[in-house]
Nanobody, 117 residues
Framework: QVQLVESGGGLVQAGGSLRLSCLAS????????INWYRQCPGKPRELVAQ???????NYADSVKGRFTISRDNAKNTVYLQMDSLKPEDTAVYYC???????????WGQGTQVTVSS
């Protein structure tokens, strides 16, 4: 069973930065897409950023220019660098990895990010 473990969340003031990590229990080469989602209480889960095989990246409009997704294949880790944080970025952030050959995806347990004004 694949495990994804997020870390790096916490409390930060508006304008600050955090870097989230998603550590996979197997090579991240085995995934076609790795996503970062976030969810606020009472709201649907929102796709924030994704990195696709070949290192193509996509971002939600709300985070473009502030968040950067990257990967370290040797460490089986995907990062989400979050700069210029705003209170509306407060959410639980989840890592999601998609395997086309397995026809399934995997989720981490989430990490809380709280941005104070």
């Amino acid at each position: 069973q694949v495990q994804l473990v997020e870390s790096g969340g916490g409390l930060v003031q508006a304008g600050g930065s955090l870097r989230l990590s998603c550590l996979a229990s197997r090579s991240i080469y085995s995934f076609n897409v790795i996503n970062w989602y976030r969810q606020c209480p009472g709201k649907p889960r929102e796709l924030v950023a994704q990195i696709i095989s070949g290192d193509r990246t996509n971002y939600a409009d709300s985070v473009k220019g502030r968040f950067t997704i990257s990967r370290d294949n040797a460490k089986n880790t995907v990062y989400l660098q979050m700069d210029s944080l705003k209170p509306e970025d407060t959410a639980v952030y989840y890592c999601n990895a998609i395997s086309n050959i397995e026809m399934r995806d995997y989720w981490g347990q989430g990490t809380q990010v709280t941005v104070s004004s």
